[in-house]
C-alpha cells in the first residue's frame, strides 16, 4: 500500500462535501466546547471538557487535511478553517447552537456522540483507506466522549430536581436540531454508493436505541420526532455560526498568513 | 459545588509490571467518575494502562509526630541491613 488510492467511481466533489461535513462538525462542536475551558463548574470537569475539545480539533485538522488533499487546489486544514465564510462551512447546526448551562452543553455533546460514535463506527469499514484510518483514531476518542457524556445526562436526568428540569428542557430544545445528522442529499447517496460512508438516515435506528436507553435511565422524556431544522450541511446557518467565527478566524483574517 | 465531592486519592499504573504508583488526588461524587476524572487528569500524555482510586478518608495514615517512635529506633539496628558479608569475587555486581 503505497500512495494513497482513488476512488474509482464516486466523484471529488462528494468526497470533498463528506470531509468537510466530518470536519467542519469537529471544528465547530470543538470550538463551542473550548468555550468552556476556565468557566466549568469543577476543575476536573474543566479538564475533562478541554480535552474533547482538544480531541475534536485534532480530529479536524485530519478530516480537513484530507479535504484539502482530495479538493487538489493547494489548501491546508488551516486554510480550509480560518478562510471560508459561513456558506462555505457544512457542520450541522446542532453544534452551532449556544453552550447554554452546563447541562445543555452535555445533552448537546451527548446527542451528537451517539451520532458521532456511530458515523466513526460504519466509516472505521470505508472502502477509503484513508477515511478508514481517520475513523479508527477518532473512534478511540469518540467512544471516551460517549462514554462521559452519558454517564453525566444520566447523572444530571436522574439527579435533583432542578437539574431534572434543566436537562429535559436541554433535551426539548436541542431536539429538533438531531433530524438533520439522517437527512441525505446527492452527496451522501454518491459516496454511500461507493461504501464509503454509510447513509445517514441508516444510523437513525441504532441511535434511537442508543439515545432512548440512556434518556430512560436519567428518567427524561425522549421528545416526539415534529419540524426538524435543516440547512447547515449545505451551508444554511443560523446566525451563530458568524459570531464563532469572528472569534476562530479573527487572526487570520487581522493578520493574514501569520504564524508562531 | 466541588465541595461537596469526596476527595479521592489517585494511582496509575505506568506500564505493565510496575506497581501502581500515588500521582495525587481529585474531587468526584463517587468511584466510577473518580475514575473518569482521573483518566482526563492524570493520563493525558499516556502515563497510564490502569488506574485505582480510592477514598481519601479511607485511607489510615501514620502521624507526623509518631515519626521518632516509629521510625527512628531503627536507625541504631545497622546490624539489620545485610551489608556485613563478604562478597566473593566470583559472584560479581550484585
Known amino acids: 500500500m503505497g500512495a494513497p488510492e482513488k476512488t474509482g467511481t464516486v466523484e471529488n466533489a462528494a468526497l470533498f462535501e463528506l470531509l468537510l461535513r466530518m470536519g467542519d462538525n469537529a471544528l465547530i462542536l470543538g470550538h463551542r466546547v473550548s468555550e468552556w475551558c476556565g468557566h466549568s463548574p ?164 441504532a441511535w434511537d436505541a442508543l439515545v432512548r436507553e440512556t434518556l430512560e435511565e436519567a428518567t427524561l422524556k425522549m421528545p416526539a420526532d415534529g419540524y426538524m431544522q435543516k440547512g447547515g450541511k449545505r451551508g444554511a446557518h443560523t446566525e451563530h455560526l458568524g459570531f464563532i467565527l469572528a472569534e476562530l478566524q479573527f487572526l487570520q483574517r487581522a493578520y493574514p498568513g501569520a504564524t508562531w | 459545588m466541588s465541595s461537596e465531592w469526596p476527595l479521592w486519592e489517585v494511582f496509575i499504573r505506568g506500564q505493565h509490571g510496575l506497581n501502581h504508583r500515588h500521582v495525587g488526588s481529585l474531587h468526584a461524587p463517587d468511584a466510577e467518575m473518580a475514575v473518569n476524572n482521573a483518566r482526563d487528569v492524570y493520563t493525558r500524555r499516556n502515563e497510564g494502562v490502569s488506574i485505582w482510586v480510592v477514598r481519601s478518608a479511607d485511607i489510615t495514615a501514620s502521624a507526623p509526630s509518631d515519626k521518632g517512635p516509629l521510625f527512628e529506633p531503627s536507625n541504631s539496628k545497622v546490624y539489620r541491613h545485610p551489608t556485613f558479608f563478604d562478597v566473593p569475587d566470583e559472584v560479581g555486581h550484585m
Do not use: C
Open chain 1, 42 to 205: 469543577a476543575l476536573e470537569e474543566d479538564i475533562a471538557l478541554s480535552n474533547t475539545a482538544l480531541d475534536l480539533i485534532g480530529q479536524t485538522q485530519l478530516w480537513l487535511g484530507l479535504a484539502g488533499e482530495v479538493e487538489g487546489k493547494g489548501r491546508s486544514a488551516d486554510d480550509l478553517a480560518y478562510l471560508r465564510d459561513t456558506l462555505d462551512f457544512r457542520n450541522v447546526l446542532l453544534v452551532e447552537r449556544p453552550n447554554g448551562d452546563f447541562g445543555k452543553t452535555l445533552m448537546r455533546q451527548f446527542l451528537f456522540d451517539a451520532w458521532h460514535y456511530l458515523q466513526l463506527k460504519a466509516l472505521k469499514g470505508s472502502s477509503d483507506r484513508r477515511i478508514a484510518e481517520i475513523a479508527e483514531k477518532a473512534f478511540k476518542e469518540v467512544s471516551y466522549h460517549l462514554e462521559r457524556s452519558g454517564d453525566l445526562v444520566i447523572r444530571l436526568g436522574d439527579g435533583t430536581a432542578e437539574s431534572h428540569r434543566r436537562m429535559q428542557e436541554a433535551l426539548d430544545d436541542l431536539w429538533p436540531y438531531t433530524g438533520e445528522l439522517f437527512q441525505g442529499d446527492a452527496f451522501d447517496a454518491a459516496v454511500a454508493a461507493d461504501g464509503i460512508a454509510p447513509e445517514p438516515a441508516s444510523l437513525k435506528d
